[in-house]
């Protein structure tokens, strides 16, 4: 089975911290994903990246930058986390654009 | 990549067939479309997806009209478990391939 793995299930950060949340897929996928999600809002993308090194923006990437130095990671950073990042971040990953994405359980991010 | 209109809520009785539609009328040719659902506190799960044929797989049924303007995700029979927010995207390949969401359709499956 495509595993794709969230660091933490759960971060509690402070106002101003520098965030870094990690991926990791296991198939060998060329895409890799970054959403967060809000209730009454859906899932919004924030950053997506189709190769290593490479990564375009999503709807929402103000306050976010990402990095991929490898294939199968896909990192997540918030330079200066802020309240209004409070969230759930989810990471998926696919193969290419007629296969399907796996996702991540998540992460519900909250900064104090 | 096309918006996609989902009804926000719909309701089914445990046993019956659940039926989602899904509108897509800005479509384009290279574009697929996708079903997913997500089950309260998990990540979103892949369902099925198409180009422009029918298609069964062992969770569900996808019915795409000709013209390609929306579909239909079947559940033939519906349980409880398959209460969850169901999501209809429309993907393309441009180079690089993007999964937008939208607000999908929160299906609750009663007894």
């Known amino acids: 089975d495509v595993k794709v793995t969230q660091s933490s299930r759960y971060l509690v950060k402070r106002t101003g911290e520098k965030v870094f949340l990690e991926c990791v897929q296991d198939?060998?996928?060329?895409?890799m994903f970054w959403y967060r999600q809000d209730p009454g809002l859906g899932l919004r993308l924030i950053y997506f990246?189709?190769?290593?090194?490479?990564?375009e923006k999503g709807d929402i990437p103000e306050g976010y930058s990402v990095s991929r130095e490898k294939k199968e990671r896909f990192s997540l950073i918030l330079e200066s986390a802020s309240t209004n990042q409070t969230s759930m971040y989810l990471c998926?990953?696919?193969?290419?654009?007629?296969?399907?994405?796996?996702f991540g359980q998540g992460t519900r991010l909250t900064v104090v | 990549d096309a918006k996609t209109t989902q009804p926000p809520s719909m309701d089914c009785a445990e046993g019956r067939a659940a039926n989602l539609p899904c509108n897509h009328s800005?479509?384009?040719?290279?574009?697929?479309v996708y079903w997913y659902r997500q089950i309260h506190s998990q990540g979103p799960q892949y369902i099925i997806h198409?180009?422009?044929n029918n298609e069964t797989n062992e969770m569900a049924s996808l019915i795409i009209t000709e013209d390609r303007k929306s579909s239909t995700l079947i559940l033939p029979h519906a349980t409880l478990r398959d209460t969850a927010v169901y999501y209809c995207?429309?993907?393309?390949?441009?180079?690089?391939?993007?999964?937008?969401f939208g607000k999908g359709t929160m299906l609750l499956v009663s007894p």
């Open positions: 990246s189709y190769d290593v090194k490479m990564k």
């Open positions: 800005t479509i384009s040719g290279n574009e697929y």
């Open positions: 198939m060998d996928h060329e895409n």
């Open positions: 998926a990953s696919s193969l290419t654009e007629n296969t399907e994405a796996f």
């Open positions: 995207i429309v993907r393309s390949w441009s180079g690089y391939s993007t999964l937008t």
């Open positions: 198409g180009l422009k």
